[in-house]
């Protein structure tokens, strides 16, 4: 971008900033290298003419609207392909370049679904010789797929499915069937007019016995013309809050029949004459699910620095109100209420990155050791991945939100991308686990480790902690990075101590447990929230002292205060947890306060810096509020001006509706 081009507050913003915008650049993206191959791959996708829409993806129809999305998300697969030539599934290793898709289309792309779980499953739950039948054929998108689990009548209740899966041994086939309304799968993306292939999953049945659900290899299209199989019924489920090109679908099945071969057997299996094989873990069958969870955080930190670039961007660049009469009026980036509602969120990127990484590891080496026999660690990272999840996708979307605020009227123009971000961000609070669902399947993890901690057992990694704070004093206050984590580990021990308690005291004789734990729940998910927010607070600080070291003292510098502000952020956000499980007082919080308002004083000269140092292409960022020369107001307008309401002066609704209204209103 020619300086010369860029509006003065952004170039004067640039002139302040204290550290290397390149290095920070480098260290998102994980090396030098990895920021040129992003670079090179984006830029010839965002320069490719074919990309560029006339008529902005908004004011499409729904239907255009996916046909323009499929239309230029082919273009993407074929530049894409020339730079993944050499892709295997074993040295995939997807970096930031998978955020040129939001380059393409606005919104979510209907091959999303494809990449994100269809292929993932094929590796994951196929035995070998599925894999090499398939994995090549998804991957060069022969065949396009997605994941159907989710049905009307049941999405977070997997074991109350009900599309089934019935062996016939005399034909080796499995016979699939929707026996009713509500076993219509629903939801998959790209499912109604996109994939021709998807994996299904379903109730098995062999033998006349009931095993559970399984997942399928199903082909539901023709490969030529693309016309629905006989016994596939398929379509689009409509518009929704967001992800209106996700081409969510619903599928029924009458009497489908797919061969034996095509249940993906590498956990369980069915014998030719129907015998069932059972997996070393029923639970394997999730293991998509868990993939997904651990992925998403990515994702939200890739969205969040998005809403940031836009909103931070924006706040040098608009003035409002004096501060003091007879002076210019102010960036509203200098007042301290907007210095508030912005930095958390930059920082939050930040963290969700870094924890991302840390549990993308845990997930890596969880994996391996169950792919050698042993499945010791696979509840605790269920339970990691279940909160984090749920926990950052709804702090995404709140921190999305108030970037929306941030930006006054003009963050609620849809030409600002905040609304298509905060669809893309909301939804991710349902998707593949709802929040209260995976809070308190968390729960039970901690209610597990608590009756640990009672029976002076050693616990495992992330919740060996609760041992240190298992009697009711309350922990010792200290206001130093060290002294928050150890209060947000007493606070979370504590809630764990008391949900824990209070299915006891629901347990009276006659109450099932299942009871108890329901009228316990709100103070289960209360406990699974404490104990993530310990988690986020804990390994993001260590990740990003640990990176401080590796980059010159000034980047280190900034790195330490964005992370110490999510820390003091949350600690006075949960100061009254903190006042019950920790010896904090009211001149602590004062304190936690003053720094908290200091932190804020010195992120903001370095705040477009930042968020320049995430490195979104205009196109990526697809932002009239946000773009990096700030012409705000020339992009607003120039948008405006694109609405087909703006293609003449006057609208024939004027002659046929209002000049009779008015005509009528006179007699
Ligand atoms: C360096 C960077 C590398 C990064 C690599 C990434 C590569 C990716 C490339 C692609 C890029 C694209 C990025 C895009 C971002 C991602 C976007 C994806 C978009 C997704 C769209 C949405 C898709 C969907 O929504 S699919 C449907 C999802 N559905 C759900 O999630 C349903 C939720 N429900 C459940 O999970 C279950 O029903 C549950 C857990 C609530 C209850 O199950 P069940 O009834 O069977 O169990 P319980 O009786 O309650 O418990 C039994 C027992 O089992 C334990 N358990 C449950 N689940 C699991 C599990 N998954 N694993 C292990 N154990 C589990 C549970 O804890 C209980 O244990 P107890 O010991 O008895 O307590
Ligand atoms: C944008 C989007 C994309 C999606 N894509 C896919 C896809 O590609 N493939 C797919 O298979 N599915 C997909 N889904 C479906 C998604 O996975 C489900 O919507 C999600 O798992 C929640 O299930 P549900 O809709 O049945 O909600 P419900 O389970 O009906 O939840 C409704 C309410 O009931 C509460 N509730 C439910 N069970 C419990 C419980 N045990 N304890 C306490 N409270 C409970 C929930 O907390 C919630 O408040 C998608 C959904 C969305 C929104």
Redesign the pocket.
């Known amino acids: 971008m020619a300086e010369h081009n860029v509006c003065v507050e952004l170039v004067r913003e640039r002139q302040k900033c204290t550290f290397e915008v390149q290095e920070l650049i480098h260290l998102i993206d994980g090396g030098i290298t990895a920021t040129e191959e992003r670079r090179e791959v984006e830029n010839v996708v965002c320069t490719d003419p074919r990309i560029k829409d006339v008529v902005p993806e908004e004011y499409l129809s729904h239907k255009e609207r996916y046909e323009n999305a499929i239309r230029k998300n082919c273009i993407l697969q074929e530049i894409l392909k020339k730079y993944t030539e050499k892709r295997t599934w074993d040295n995939f290793r997807p970096s930031n370049k998978y955020r040129i898709s939001s380059g393409v289309v606005k919104d979510i792309s209907p091959f999303m679904?494809h990449t994100g779980?269809f292929i993932p499953t094929l590796v994951n739950q196929s035995d070998d010789e599925q894999k090499a039948k398939w994995v090549p054929k998804a991957m060069s998108m022969e065949i396009i797929g997605?994941?159907?689990?989710?049905e009307l009548g049941?999405?977070?209740?997997i074991r109350g499915l009900e599309t089934t899966a019935t062996y016939d041994p005399n034909t080796e086939e499995f016979v699939l069937n929707t026996p009713n309304l509500t076993s219509y799968?629903w939801?998959?993306?790209g499912l109604a007019h996109t994939a021709n292939h998807c994996i299904v999953v379903a109730q098995l049945y062999s033998k006349g016995q009931h095993y559970g659900v399984h997942p399928f290899f199903v082909q539901i299209r023709d490969i030529e013309t693309h016309v629905p199989l006989p016994g596939i019924k398929v379509g689009e489920i409509g518009p929704?809050l967001?992800?209106q090109t996700?081409n969510?679908g619903f599928l029924g099945f009458e009497n489908f029949r797919i061969p034996r071969r095509n249940m993906l057997m590498k956990n369980a299996q069915v014998l030719k004459d129907g015998t069932y094989i059972k997996s070393k873990n029923d639970k394997l069958t999730y293991g998509t699910m868990v993939f997904v969870r651990v992925i998403i955080l990515f994702d939200l930190a890739f969205e969040l620095s998005r809403a940031a670039t836009i909103a931070v961007r924006y706040s040098a660049v608009r003035h409002q109100s004096q501060l003091k009469a007879n002076e210019p009026e102010l960036q509203i980036i200098d007042y301290v209420t907007q210095q508030h509602k912005l930095f958390i969120g930059v920082s939050t990127s930040h963290v969700f990155r870094v924890v991302g990484l840390w549990l993308w590891n845990t997930y890596v080496k969880v994996n391996a050791d169950i792919g050698k026999g042993n499945m010791d660690q696979l509840p605790e990272l269920h339970a990691l991945a279940c909160c984090l999840k749920a926990v950052c996708s709804r702090d995404a979307a709140a921190r999305v939100e108030e970037f929306r605020l941030a930006c006054g009227g003009h963050g609620f123009m849809t030409s600002s991308n905040l609304p298509i971000i905060n669809g893309i961000v909301s939804?991710s609070i349902?998707?593949?686990?709802?929040?209260?669902?995976l809070m308190?399947q968390t729960a039970r993890f901690l209610m597990k480790a608590w009756n640990g901690v009672l029976a002076r057992k050693t616990l495992t990694p992330t919740v060996s902690y609760l041992s240190k704070f298992s009697n009711s004093d309350r922990v010792q206050w200290a206001n130093t990075t060290a002294g928050i984590i150890s209060g947000f580990q007493a606070a979370a021990a504590g809630k764990t101590k008391e949900a824990y308690a209070a299915i006891q005291s629901y347990l009276k004789p006659g109450t099932d447990y299942e009871d108890a734990w329901n009228s316990a729940?709100v103070q289960l998910v209360s406990a699974s929230e404490a104990h993530c927010r310990a988690i986020l607070c804990e390994i993001s600080w260590s990740e990003m002292q640990r990176l401080s070291k590796t980059v010159s003292p000034n980047l280190g510098k900034v790195l330490l205060e964005l992370a110490e502000l999510y820390l003091t952020y949350w600690s006075l956000e949960k100061r009254g947890d903190l006042l019950m499980y920790t010896t904090i007082s009211t001149a602590d919080i004062a304190k936690l306060q003053a720094r908290y308002e200091e932190l804020l004083a010195l992120i903001r000269p370095n705040a477009v810096g930042i968020v320049d140092g995430f490195d979104i292409r205009d196109e990526i960022l697809n932002s009239t509020l946000g773009a990096y020369d700030g012409r705000v107001y020339e992009r607003l307008m120039e948008e405006a001006k694109k609405s087909p309401l703006n293609a003449e002066p006057v609208n024939e609704s004027f002659h046929k509706y209002i000049k009779p209204l008015m005509l009528k209103a006179k007699l």
């Open positions: 679904l779980m997605t994941y159907a689990q989710t049941h999405g977070s209740f799968k939801w998959p993306g929704k967001g992800f996700a969510n939804a349902t998707y593949e686990g709802e929040f209260s669902v308190l729940s």
